[in-house]
């Protein structure tokens, strides 16, 4: 709460998706880079999710990256509308960028592959977004507005074919692209980070509800109420209250355990570079589902049983919209369900 509620978000923004995405699917020499932009305090951004597919309709990618081979470039093209990318956070501060586009040789779709390119440049000491990239805000939030969230379109920007982080798959001597790790597509080692994300999604939620009741719990500990006989007893003994905070305790301490598990398990997959299994894949939805929903409800429970508490400033309720961006980041809800 210190640090404002987008900055879990702007870390794993950061680490997670940017820089995990160059280390699972970059070559050596990309992920060297890391090193450099760590020494300059370089940030990055994001760029996977479209307007028109956003987080409740799925990864579809429809942003064109076209090779030259005259110039050995790649084009990133966004086609339409609906192709611009969405909710993109750090837009507004990032120097690189990490683009997941539609890679095309000869009008050929090879599929979604990331591109690690530069944002943003400096001239005359300042930092000027890169020629044919533009973006705009997306508007002013409920929550987390210390975050910046932006929509980025591309119009011909021309990136250096080693651009394309080409660990899996990419362009041999001659142009012509080849899958370097059989059965192993690009885009599945992308979704990784989705992984990674969906555990940090869960833990940050269940951090979040327990700070929240530990937080009310203190309120209500303190807070006396009238009784009869010049009794005094704290708001916290009302059963509606007592039985609630019972019941955050059992559920968060699961979840805790649950995320736990599906944590060390992940860490376990990607410590020997290998996908997770189907068993841990859907786990890990489980997980980011069971905590963010659960949170959801039973803050909006606490929030109807401890009166008027709830509508002060800095009580936590105030954040409870931040459950909102857990819902929908890494996948929405309701779409891994149905999954």
Same mark, same amino acid.
């Given at each position: 709460?210190?640090l ?109 592959? #990331?591109f &690690? ?8 000491? /300042? %930092?000027?977004?890169? $020629?044919?990239?533009? *973006?705009? +805000? ?12 932006a ?79 010049g ?27 649950? #995320?736990? &598990? ?8 990607? /410590? %020997?570079?290998?996908? $997770?299994?189907?068993? *841990?894949? +859907? ?13 959801v ?17 800095d ?16 996948g ?8």
């Amino acid at each position: 709460p210190e640090l404002g509620g987008g900055f879990w978000t702007r870390f794993t923004v950061q680490y997670n998706l940017f820089a995990g995405t160059i280390i699972a699917v970059g070559n050596p020499s990309q992920v060297e880079q890391l090193n450099s932009m760590q020494d300059l305090g370089q940030l990055g951004c994001f760029g996977l999710t479209e307007k028109f597919a956003g987080v409740s309709s799925g990864m579809v990618v429809e942003t064109i990256a076209e090779y030259d081979s005259a110039t050995q470039e790649f084009i990133l093209q966004t086609p339409n509308e609906g192709a611009k990318k969405n909710w993109i956070s750090q837009g507004f501060c990032a120097d690189k960028s990490v683009v997941v586009a539609d890679l095309r040789l000869g009008g050929t779709s090879h599929g979604p592959h #990331a591109f &690690l390119i530069d944002f943003r440049v400096t001239r005359n000491g /300042t %930092a000027e977004l890169v $020629p044919g990239i533009s *973006l705009a +805000d997306m508007g002013r939030k409920t929550v987390a507005n210390d975050l910046d969230n932006a929509w980025i379109a591309f119009d011909r920007v021309r990136v250096p074919r080693s651009s394309l982080l080409d660990r899996f798959g990419g362009l041999d001597e001659n142009g012509q692209y080849v899958a370097k790790v059989k059965g192993i597509p690009a885009m599945a080692q992308i979704g990784q980070r989705l992984y990674t994300g969906r555990v940090a999604v869960a833990q940050a939620a269940i951090i979040f509800g327990q700070q929240l009741f530990a937080r009310t719990r203190a309120y209500a500990d303190k807070k006396l109420c009238w009784a009869p006989n010049g009794l005094r007893p704290p708001l916290s003994m009302l059963p509606q209250i007592n039985g609630l905070f019972s019941q955050a305790d059992e559920a968060l301490a699961y979840l805790e355990r649950y #995320a736990q &598990l599906c944590e060390e398990n992940l860490i376990a997959a990607l /410590t %020997a570079d290998q996908l $997770p299994s189907p068993k *841990l894949v +859907d786990s890990i939805a489980v997980a980011k589902i069971r905590a963010t929903e659960t949170v959801v409800q039973l803050g909006f429970r606490l929030k109807q049983v401890v009166g008027s508490y709830a509508l002060m400033a800095d009580t936590g309720f105030e954040a409870l919209d931040g459950m909102q961006i857990a819902k929908f980041a890494e996948g929405e809800s309701f779409v891994l369900m149905q999954k």
